[in-house]
């Protein structure tokens, strides 16, 4: 019986051990008593615990993409109300948010596909164990690394949206406050995107640092012999990383989706 991995290791997030930089806005708005806008900021207060508050587990994970699917529920309920609507019709504020929107779905869609490449990577080196292939499991390693490295890469592109940033041009102060509610909104997704994809990356590198070929294996690549413990376990450790690639990527559709809602709701004040 392979050991469980995924639900207990230690990743170093980045921001693991400090508070999240960015701050719940407090709304001066008529309107400021709608339950609806409460409820934005309670979620984003939530993200903000949650990327506080790191675990790195599979459930941990899967409990930030929901964070961030709820979020983006709310956020939809909150742009379809009429001050809301009202304010950012033809708003100044509003290619800025489309923008940093298209940003994030641009991310979210290339991540959703390095994810289906990571799922495929994992398949080959476990039928390299299978096979006791140690060419192919070296081969395979190491295009799951280079997944890895893509993985850090759109991190870094999420991080850029983290960064508190003002609107130019914007005079006036109710559209000040409601489009910051949905800039704060996406600042927040990206702070937790930025945890996220840290984390999962971690997830993989656990598993390739942990499925290195042994000289025996590779030496015996195409030798017929019963499989080591070892190698049952290995198998074990993967098996369980394609359960946790495949909620991933689940989850991970969700949210694009969402950002893709989101950003259309946007486009319709502009026509």
Excluded at 97 to 112: A, R
Aim: net charge neutral; hydrophobic share 40%.
């Amino acid at each position: 019986m392979a050991p469980s991995f995924a639900r207990s290791i230690s990743l170093p997030l980045s921001p693991s051990h400090k508070k999240a930089s960015y701050h719940v806005r407090s709304v001066s708005l008529p309107c400021q008593s709608h339950p609806i806008i409460s409820s934005v900021e309670e979620q984003i207060q939530a993200i903000r615990t949650w990327v506080a508050n790191p675990e790195g587990s599979l459930a941990w994970i899967e409990a930030g993409l929901a964070q961030i699917e709820m979020l983006h529920i709310t956020l939809e309920d909150f742009l379809q109300l009429p001050q809301t609507q009202e304010t950012l019709c033809q708003a100044t504020s509003l290619d800025q948010l489309l923008d940093d929107l298209l940003q994030q779905i641009d991310t979210y869609d290339s991540f959703v596909s390095t994810i289906i490449d990571l799922s495929q990577c994992n398949s080959k080196v476990q039928s390299a164990v299978r096979r006791q292939d140690g060419v192919q499991m070296v081969s395979s390693l190491r295009s799951q690394r280079q997944v890895e490295k893509e993985i850090t890469r759109l991190t870094s592109i999420l991080k850029v949206l983290t960064k508190c940033r003002h609107f130019a041009l914007v005079s006036d102060t109710k559209e000040m406050e409601i489009a910051g509610i949905v800039m704060d909104a996406i600042r927040a997704t990206s702070f937790a995107s930025v945890a996220l994809f840290t984390g999962i990356r971690a997830l993989s590198s656990k598993v390739t640092t942990s499925l290195k070929p042994s000289k025996k294996l590779m030496v015996n690549s195409f030798a017929k012999k019963t499989a080591t413990e070892e190698e049952i376990n290995a198998l074990g450790r993967l098996q369980e990383f394609e359960e946790c690639i495949r909620s991933i990527e689940c989850c991970s559709e969700r949210v694009f989706r969402s950002l893709i809602c989101i950003r259309v709701s946007l486009l319709n004040f502009t026509t």
